[in-house]
């Protein structure tokens, strides 16, 4: 079956660091990017950034450039999203999303069902 | 505030026909294809338009898209219970070297 596994809910206090992880199965995981997109409670989604599984080739959105880290393990067919140091801000549902299409056509197909990280002292 | 704009809400009764407007700009909407989720009450989102008007394998041919300019509208017909939920506009930003852009959401409601 064609899907992104998600990694568990987390409980954290503001400080810790955090990894959390996406990973792929019934495709080729480096034929597509994969992208993170949070969803603040009761709020709506913003793209955060994606990596390129073949090249590690990473973007990051400006609004969140310095504060999260995305990572790739071709060898596990898995993508991460981590934080040096996590902020009560954090809490949020994070998706990860395969990017499929072409040229500008391009769509999210298939998406993680979310990994819920709570951050409170 | 996000890049494209949506309504926050949309409602009608069972059979009718609603639409979602999502309004962006000239370096994503009309340069790039727009793309619909759908977020139904404690769910992932799911790909419901994608290309601007075409739907991926499984979802109803009630739901439609089109696209003008900069603007992008989804189109619901013969509502149903199960449509309740959240919808999302998207779409490639060609500026700040690029990036995605979401519209704020759209809570539709069926009365």
């Known amino acids: 079956e064609v899907q992104l596994v998600q990694s568990g809910a987390e409980v954290k206090k503001p400080g810790e660091p955090l990894r959390i992880s996406c990973e792929a199965s019934?495709?080729?995981?480096?034929?597509?990017?994969i992208n993170w997109v949070r969803q603040k409670p009761g709020k709506g989604l913003e793209w955060m950034g994606r990596?390129?599984?073949?090249?590690?080739?990473?973007k990051y959105s400006p609004s969140f450039e310095g504060h999260v880290t995305i990572s790739v393990d071709k060898s596990t067919s898995a993508a991460y999203l981590q934080w040096s140091s996590l902020q009560a801000s954090d809490t949020a549902i994070y998706y990860c999303a395969r990017r499929v299409g072409s040229h500008r056509n391009w769509y999210f197909d298939l998406w993680g069902r979310g990994t819920l990280v709570t951050v409170s002292s | 505030q996000s890049v494209l704009t949506q309504p926050p809400s949309a409602s009608g009764t069972p059979g009718q026909r609603v639409t979602i407007s999502c309004s962006g700009s000239s370096s994503n909407i009309r340069r790039n294809a727009v793309n619909w989720y759908q977020q139904l009450p404690g769910t992932t989102p799911k790909l419901l338009i994608y290309?601007?008007?075409k739907r991926p394998s499984g979802v109803p041919d009630r739901f439609s898209g089109a696209k003008y300019g900069t603007s992008a509208s989804l189109a619901i017909s013969g509502l149903q219970s199960e449509d309740e939920g959240d919808y999302y506009c998207a779409a490639w930003d060609d500026s700040s070297n690029g990036h995605w852009v979401f519209g704020g959401g759209t809570k539709l409601t069926v009365l």
């Open positions: 019934g495709y080729s995981f480096i034929s597509y990017w």
């Open positions: 990596i390129d599984p073949n090249e590690s080739y990473i």
């Open positions: 290309d601007d008007n």
